[in-house]
T-cell receptor
């Protein structure tokens, strides 16, 4: 069990560019979550996968955001046409069961300049 | 919809002193409740959780929390704080397929 891995750790991009983040959950966890955390705030839910199915999306997830988990293993989160307001820490978490709590990765910090 | 309030944004305690971090939640049913800790630039680590049963739960690093339904609270406690406990602490309520987090409490520890 190597924990939840996220790549890259940091990303600086120019406004208007597209970015993609990757998350590798704990292998036996079928539930995968994406959260966004801005400075001084608690994490906010973005989306949830059970295996490869995206079962829930927050209204925070605008049309510019898309997430996939093609084979029920790793997941990607893409942001198109980035805006300065997208600057945040993007956290991935996985869980075998919602009662057990989530294991979070170290996050990807996005800075849009 | 569920919500979590952590009334204290910052708390400073002396090393060796006791600690209590407050958490109040709003949720219509019996919630799952969690406390997480986050060091600067890092992800969140689970300290403890309440699912059902005994309302006093023990966690890692010497932390405990007590669920009080009548007060809609889930306060985190530690009898003696260590300098390494300095971090941001988040309370969260689990409802459906998501966790809703409070705004966090930043703990500073004086030597």
């Amino acid at each position: 069990d190597t924990g939840v891995s996220q790549d890259p750790r940091h990303k600086i991009t120019k406004r208007g560019q597209n970015v993609t983040f990757r998350c590798d959950p704990i292998s036996e966890h079928n539930r995968l979550y994406w959260y966004r955390q801005t400075l001084g705030q608690g994490p906010e839910f973005l989306t949830y996968f059970q295996n490869e199915a995206q079962l829930e999306k927050s209204r925070l997830l605008s049309d510019r955001f898309s997430a996939e988990r093609p084979k029920g293993s790793f997941s990607t989160l893409e942001i198109q046409r980035t805006e300065q307001g997208d600057s945040a820490m993007y956290l991935c978490a996985s869980s075998p069961d919602r009662s057990r709590g989530y294991t979070f990765g170290s996050g990807t910090r996005l800075t849009v300049v | 919809a569920q919500s979590v309030t952590q009334p204290d944004i910052h708390i400073t305690v002396s090393e060796g002193a006791s600690l209590e971090l407050r958490c109040n939640y709003s949720y219509g049913a019996t919630p799952y409740l969690f406390w997480y800790v986050q060091s600067p630039g890092q992800g969140l680590q689970l300290l403890l959780k309440y699912f059902s049963g005994d309302t006093l739960v023990q966690g890692i690093k010497g932390f405990e929390a007590e669920f009080k339904r009548s007060q809609s609270s889930f306060n985190l406690r530690k009898p003696s704080v260590h300098w390494s406990d300095a971090a941001e602490y988040f309370c969260a309520v689990g409802a459906g397929n998501m966790l809703t987090f409070g705004g966090g409490t930043r703990l500073m520890v004086k030597p």
